[in-house]
Nanobody, 130 residues
Framework: EVHLVESGGGLVQAGGSLRLSCVAS????????IGWFRQAPGKEHEGVSY????????YYSGAAKGRFTLSADKAKNTVYLQMNSLKPEDTAVYYC???????????????????????WGQGTQVTVSS
């Protein structure tokens, strides 16, 4: 059974940084896409970034590009989302999610849609004050 546990959320001022962590278990890292979504109050889940475990390919949404960095430590089955230059509009619950098994010969998806991710963590709140 896939299990995802997030940590690292909190309250930060605009311009600050946070690092989110997601510890994954119950599946083979290389066979999955592991990503981060966020959900602001009253809004749909928004894909932020994912990593393809087999080759380390990373996708970033437009909102994340240039400010957020996704990394992975396979030995620890952990994915990190480093968020810099945070803005009030980044305020949301951030969820770690996994999609797979994903065939390694398939092209890396250029979009993140929530329904394609079958496993989700409990979420961690990120609040950015102005």
């Amino acid at each position: 059974e896939v299990h995802l546990v997030e940590s690292g959320g909190g309250l930060v001022q605009a311009g600050g940084s946070l690092r989110l962590s997601c510890v994954a278990s119950g599946f083979t890292f290389d066979d999955y896409l592991i990503g981060w979504f966020r959900q602001a109050p009253g809004k749909e889940h928004e894909g932020v970034s994912y990593i393809r475990g087999s080759d380390g390919f990373r996708y970033y949404s437009g909102a994340a590009k240039g400010r957020f960095t996704l990394s992975a430590d396979k030995a620890k089955n952990t994915v990190y989302l480093q968020m810099n230059s945070l803005k009030p509009e980044d305020t949301a619950v951030y969820y770690c999610a996994a999609r797979g098994p994903f065939r390694r010969d398939f092209p890396a998806p250029q979009l993140m849609t929530a329904y394609e991710y079958s496993s989700w963590g409990q979420g961690t709140q990120v609040t950015v004050s102005s």
